[in-house]
């Protein structure tokens, strides 16, 4: 039997082989790509958003006149109460806790004393001087806009006050003088002051006798009762004869259906 020998260029193609074959076998195999493997790179999830905590900003200290009060408790009870001698009646409520209160006025060494007793136990008060010996009249209301006003008169005039903030003050106008309603014609600016629909109205009765017009002014009181400001002026009824009703109520002070006041020198 005869024996083959590989021809001298198979023999240094196996030697070539060799080597190869060797590290093969040495070097492991790669592991198999994972199937939820990502060639992407892997970027840290962002922080959780947090919303910013609301601060709340302090109320400014500016305020005019005194705190407000709660509009269901009332004004504070004060140890003040009303003057001996006073004439009193039930009014509208004036204090904003929904109970009716009552208003009072009363004449001490020629000065009219005015105010409210509500209904919490506060008495809050206001005068004014008039001079002369006339009667004096007052009427206390509250008007459509939420103002309560109070108008003290001697029928010649009547002057202007705001009850705001458990307190009486009083307005001025645009001239920076208080404000006061004309009576009779005598400045020629009015004949009397009363509400209407809410509103309260500075009258003024024109013409020849038997044949009257009367007019009204819009009269607007700030919510703080610190000034009023004049409005348009309507026509209110005219060719009236002197003794209706529109023309004596026009010439008066008053604030219907607010009870007036007719009060007397104190005893």
Known sequence: MRTLYPSPVR????????????????????????A???SAAVVPAPAPSVSPVA??????????????????????????RIPAGAVTATTTDVDGDGRPDVEWAVVVAGAVEFGVRTASGAT?????????????????????????????????????????HCRFVHPVGVDGKPYAFDQQDLRGNGTGVGC?????????????????????????VSPDGRSATNGATETIATHMGDDADVVRVASQATCSPAPLLHPRPQG
């Open 196 to 220: 209407r629909g809410g509103r309260l109205l500075g009258f003024q009765v024109t013409g020849r006798s038997g044949d009257r017009t009367v007019t009204g002014t819009l009269v607007t």
């Open 11 to 34: 023999r240094r193609l196996l030697l070539a082989l060799i080597p190869v074959l060797v590290l093969s076998a040495c070097t492991p195999a790669a592991p198999a790509p994972s």
């Open 55 to 80: 601060v709340a900003t302090p109320a400014s200290s500016a305020s005019i006149g005194p705190t407000p009060p709660d509009a269901h408790a009332g004004c504070a009870p004060t140890a003040a």
């Open 124 to 164: 809050a008060s206001a005068s004014y001087s008039f001079a002369g010996p006339a009667e004096r009249t007052v009427a206390i209301a509250r008007l459509g806009n939420g103002a309560v006003v109070a108008l003290p008169s001697d029928h010649r005039g009547a002057q202007l006050f705001a009850f705001a």
């Open 36 to 38: 939820t493997a990502t």
